[in-house]
């Protein structure tokens, strides 16, 4: 019995030119006040025309239920719990020192940093559980947590302290480049060392080997 063989093929459908969108000194005006953030320059980067609507004409997309957690929540999500290990629970205000028997005793509270990263899931997604998918990345996110503490305690057991300095946690920064404004926040600066300090940027993506230089 012979044996047929079909194939069907269709041809990618291309976008067409794509128009220029054309400025006007007002719309210049605009973007010079404008305080960019990193998220506004990396929208520039992957779409002018998105930048252009967005920061410019300051349009926004409408809001999207989401059942489970995107990239930016999961950043959001981890950073809270973060912040919330490394403050005074009454105040928010970061905590003056982080002792060795402070992370150790964060490393043996593990259900507790679960709730708190159940907590926060369900406030990101205004829900009242955590359910399907969102389990999962729950325990990613507590492993996150628990990573990041387990190494503050090997740097500080490698450099023989008992204890490091907070010195601001959720920094705002700015700063003005040719005549344009930009602001962003630093994670964490801490100190190990009466005439050190250290940046400390929480990353949940992909990290290049630029990025560690």
């Excluded at 406030?123 to 503050?152: H, P, W």
Aim: aromatic share 8%.
């Amino acid at each position: 019995v012979p044996l047929n063989r079909y194939v069907v093929k269709f041809g990618a459908m291309g976008l067409g030119d794509v128009q220029m969108v054309e400025k006007t000194e007002e719309d210049v005006k605009v973007i010079k006040e404008t305080v960019l953030s990193a998220t506004a320059v990396q929208s520039y980067l992957a779409c002018p025309a998105k930048f252009y609507y967005s920061v410019v004409k300051k349009l926004q997309s409408e809001d999207e239920v989401s059942e489970s957690l995107d990239y930016g929540m999961f950043g959001t999500v981890f950073h809270e719990v973060m912040h919330s290990i490394y403050s005074d629970p009454s105040t928010r205000k970061p905590m003056a020192r982080i002792t060795r028997s402070y992370l150790e005793g964060w490393l043996e509270r593990k259900t507790e940093i679960t709730s708190m990263v159940k907590a926060q899931i369900m406030e990101q997604l205004n829900t009242v559980e955590v359910t399907g998918r969102n389990l999962v990345v729950a325990d990613v996110i507590v492993l996150y947590v628990m990573k990041t503490l387990q190494t503050d305690l090997d740097q500080l057991m490698s450099a023989g302290l008992d204890s490091f300095e907070i010195l601001g946690l959720e920094l705002r920064v700015e700063g003005e480049f040719h005549g344009q404004r930009f602001k962003g926040f630093v994670d964490r600066v801490d100190s190990f060392a009466s005439d050190q300090a250290r940046v400390v940027d929480y990353k949940t993506g992909k990290v290049l080997k630029d990025d560690e230089e």
